[in-house]
């Protein structure tokens, strides 16, 4: 499965898998940023991104702690 700037939720889910020890309020936009373009998976533009896109990865984290499983 390839991840791009637009797969917001995937990306959460496998940042939220690969850091399950970060506290998601501690972690900086820069932070998202970098541990999404070190997936493996990701395939995208990285001039692409933009804070709003950061930030919905961010919240769709946030969300998945308080929700998920």
């Known amino acids: 499965m390839s991840l791009n700037w ?6 959460a889910l496998e940042l939220r898998r690969q850091h399950p020890e ?3 309020e ?4 820069q932070q998202i940023y970098q ?4 997936l493996s998976e990701f395939e995208d533009d990285l001039a692409l991104v933009n804070d709003d896109i950061l ?3 961010y919240q ?3 969300e998945e702690n308080i929700h998920g499983k």
């Open 55 to 57: 930030y919905a990865i």
């Open 22 to 24: 970060i506290n998601i």
């Open 6 to 11: 637009e797969s917001t939720y995937a990306i």
């Open 26 to 29: 501690e972690v900086s936009l």
């Open 35 to 38: 541990w999404t373009i070190q």
């Open 60 to 62: 769709d984290w946030f």
